[in-house]
């Protein structure tokens, strides 16, 4: 039994074909047209189906499971991510269904990909074991899903935990969602790079000015970049904070692209969150990286996909009902 999976944010749609163990069998990735119209960002999903259709464990495809960038609307079938402003509302889950390639009778199941990552790292990861965790995808975006009580907690419409989009600043600039001061205005690695690149910094010739450029200028003692790591370390700090303020968490798990700076980012997140994290039962939250990288969100929805299976063949019930 083999379970599909496709993890759509707004650098990269990517598909995978995983075990039932947990183990990534197949995997295509494609650049994600951000800014381009809803069926060009459709035709990149189906090229993804397309490559997945062609390897030999197609044939024993269980059901497929879709991580979104959010907000999405699991009862509906539906995602509007903030950063792909051609998907509002967009049916993406009966879209999914009608490709050709799909057997009529493998189900199709949407969760938020934070939500997914959630679900993979408390099924397989660095958050396994753990009764109360909120896990963080930090890259294009910021997202997060919660484990509450050692389950997933997905919330009614599949995004609990979506803590990019609270304000850490009263009066920071206004985010694409139509709030302000958004944790993903100030952590996404587009705020990093882009708040370097407004400070000074400028990549070397022939590197792209992103967060990975700007992160190994940091670890070489830049001081631009350094600071750029410092003040998005300080929004995670006080939004890790203010959520075991509000439901006592043992553990906050940081994945995404961004994560991969390592020290450059979790040694400021650390130390800004002894400032922000005091209270006594608040105190202490251990901060980890993913233990899955960039796999997570792939993994996690197969899991969704693979729990809501009648009969679910999986370890990581926690997943049924999104």
Not at 229 to 247: C, E, G, M, N, P
Request: hydrophobic share 50%; net charge negative; with cysteine.
């Amino acid at each position: 039994m083999v379970y599909g999976a496709l993890d759509i944010g707004g650098t990269k749609i990517a598909g995978a074909l995983v075990s039932a163990d947990g183990r990534v069998l197949a995997r295509v990735q494609r650049p994600t047209p951000a800014r381009e119209p809803a069926e060009s960002l459709m035709a990149v999903v189906a090229s993804v189906l397309d490559e997945l259709s062609t390897h030999s464990e197609w044939r024993s495809l269980a059901c497929l499971g879709i991580a979104s960038a959010g907000p999405v609307d699991t009862a509906a079938g539906t995602v509007s991510p903030v950063n792909i402003p051609g998907w509002r509302g967009f049916p993406l889950v009966d879209r999914v269904r009608a490709h050709p390639a799909l057997p009529a009778d493998v189900g199709v199941t949407l969760i938020g990909d934070a939500v997914a990552m959630t679900a993979a790292e408390h099924w397989l990861g660095a958050a396994r074991g753990v009764d109360n965790a909120l896990c963080m995808v930090v890259s294009t975006g910021v997202g997060g899903g919660l484990i509450l009580n050692g389950r997933l907690h997905p919330g009614r419409s599949g995004n609990a935990g979506h803590i990019g989009h609270i304000s850490v600043d009263l009066d920071g600039s206004d985010c694409p969602c139509g709030a302000r001061g958004c944790v993903e205005g100030l952590a996404s690695g587009t705020a990093i790079a882009a708040h370097a690149s407004a400070a000074g910094w400028r990549a070397p010739a022939g590197v792209a000015p992103d967060a990975a450029s700007v992160a190994a200028a940091a670890a070489a003692g830049d001081p631009v970049a350094l600071a750029a790591y410092d003040r998005a370390a300080q929004a995670l700090a006080a939004a890790i904070a203010a959520t075991a303020a509000l439901v006592e968490l043992d553990l906050a798990v940081i994945g995404g692209g961004v994560a991969q700076s390592g020290d450059v980012l979790f040694d400021p997140l650390r130390r800004w969150l002894t400032r922000y994290a005091v209270l006594d039962f608040a105190r202490d939250v251990a901060v980890v990286p993913a233990g899955l990288a960039l796999d997570a969100g792939l993994i996690g929805a197969a899991a969704a996909g693979a729990a809501a299976l009648e009969a679910d063949p999986t370890p990581y019930a926690p997943v049924a009902g999104v």
